[in-house]
């Protein structure tokens, strides 16, 4: 019999829908280049070990910001860029075993980057 998937966590006594990532990249390069950003969140995707279903991004004029998200069944990720200022906002939202920070290593890469703000939350605490 195939085990049911769980899309909760439980850390010792706490059980909670999943784990949220709210990550501030600054000083990144590539924000302005689609190709680059869905591999990004892509290869994010891949390391988290989960399952993708649809990368959809916008590119804003004239500024070149890019707006998307990277629809996944265990959530999603998402970024908003701000080429002016070489800054990205991320959202990394997943439920069940999955470690979000296993992609931080592929954001910090692909953005050029080593000043990353990473701040969890811990949703739908039962």
């Given at each position: 019999m195939k085990r049911k998937k769980e899309y909760c966590c439980?850390?010792?006594?706490?059980r909670y829908a999943g784990v949220h990532l709210i990550i501030e990249v600054w000083n990144a390069k590539n924000l302005t280049s689609l190709?680059?950003?869905?591999?990004?969140?892509?290869k994010s995707v891949k390391a988290c070990k989960v399952?993708?279903?649809?990368?959809?991004?916008?590119k804003f004029s004239p500024s070149g910001g890019i707006s998307g998200v990277a629809i996944?069944?265990?959530s999603h990720f998402s970024i908003h860029t701000w080429?002016?200022?070489a800054y990205a906002a991320l959202d990394i939202f997943v439920c069940g075993d999955v470690d979000p920070y296993k992609s931080i290593p592929v954001i910090?890469?692909?953005?050029k980057t080593e000043?990353?703000?990473i701040s969890e939350v811990k949703r739908g605490i039962f």
């Amino acid at each position: 019999m195939k085990r049911k998937k769980e899309y909760c966590c439980t850390n010792g006594h706490i059980r909670y829908a999943g784990v949220h990532l709210i990550i501030e990249v600054w000083n990144a390069k590539n924000l302005t280049s689609l190709t680059k950003i869905k591999e990004i969140l892509s290869k994010s995707v891949k390391a988290c070990k989960v399952t993708l279903l649809k990368i959809d991004l916008h590119k804003f004029s004239p500024s070149g910001g890019i707006s998307g998200v990277a629809i996944i069944e265990e959530s999603h990720f998402s970024i908003h860029t701000w080429p002016e200022y070489a800054y990205a906002a991320l959202d990394i939202f997943v439920c069940g075993d999955v470690d979000p920070y296993k992609s931080i290593p592929v954001i910090r890469e692909g953005f050029k980057t080593e000043k990353l703000q990473i701040s969890e939350v811990k949703r739908g605490i039962f």
